[in-house]
């Protein structure tokens, strides 16, 4: 099974603000992803971080709120931009292969005063 | 959106009791896999059913799946306090994609 890892663990920002989060794997993955579970609430697929290319997002996201790099096979960023309260999260990148397994990283818990 | 459906929304047993959680999807699926998350951390996986299976074991976990049903089940036997926690089911398109239901959130008490 891969170990994944993020970074930062949590953090507490102020509106109007951006953060990065980094999803780093110990092996090489065919397929990566973001997902968003909002406070009480289930998981949600923000999109698919393709390796060399653009993102490819869900309905309901889109590339200025959540710009995505995946350079190459076993790393990538999520970036939430423009922060509001709403956007308040925790947010998990798995990965895995197409027809297998998938693993979540521990999670980055946002929150936006 | 999530195309899963779980029940019960909660589930609360005592040590030793059998935990049993349904799911069902609307689309077909190549795999459906369960999660465990504690306390809002990261998930754990715990199986993964493809769709040409009916059933699977992991220790004290059994799954099943009855794709004429569109539908899955948990079972965790001889539960533990250690048990407490949500359990996910998502289905897998042929992309990788996972699709999450609501959860079960199960509460075993000594």
């Known amino acids: 099974s891969a170990v994944i890892s993020q970074k930062p663990s949590r953090d507490i920002c102020q509106r109007g603000t951006s953060l990065t989060i980094q999803c780093q794997v110990d092996?090489?993955?065919?397929?990566m992803f973001w997902y968003r579970q909002q406070p009480g609430q289930s998981l949600t697929l923000i999109a698919t971080?393709?390796?060399?290319?653009?993102?490819?997002?869900e309905s309901g996201f889109v590339i200025d709120k959540f710009p995505i790099s995946r350079p190459n096979l076993t790393f990538s960023t999520l970036t939430v931009s423009n922060m509001s309260p709403e956007d308040s999260s925790i947010y998990l990148c798995?990965?895995?292969?197409?027809?297998?397994?998938?693993?979540f990283g521990p999670g980055t818990r946002l929150t936006v005063l | 959106s999530q195309q899963g459906e779980e029940d019960p929304q909660a589930l609360s047993i005592q040590e030793g009791e059998n935990a049993t959680m349904n799911c069902s999807y609307k689309?077909?699926?190549?795999?459906l896999q369960w999660y465990r998350q504690n306390s809002g951390r990261g998930l754990v996986h715990l199986i993964l059913?493809?769709?040409?299976?009916r059933e699977k074991h992991s220790g004290r976990l059994r799954v099943t799946l009855d794709t004429s049903k569109k539908s899955s089940s948990l079972l965790i036997t001889a539960s533990r306090a250690a048990d407490t926690a949500s359990y996910f089911c998502a289905r897998a398109d042929s992309w990788g994609k996972l699709q999450f239901g609501a959860g079960t959130q199960v509460v075993v008490t000594p």
């Open positions: 798995s990965a895995g292969g197409q027809y297998n397994e998938q693993f």
């Open positions: 092996s090489q993955v065919t397929m």
């Open positions: 971080a393709n390796q060399g290319s653009e993102a490819t997002y």
């Open positions: 689309t077909s699926i190549n795999n």
């Open positions: 059913i493809r769709s040409n299976e």
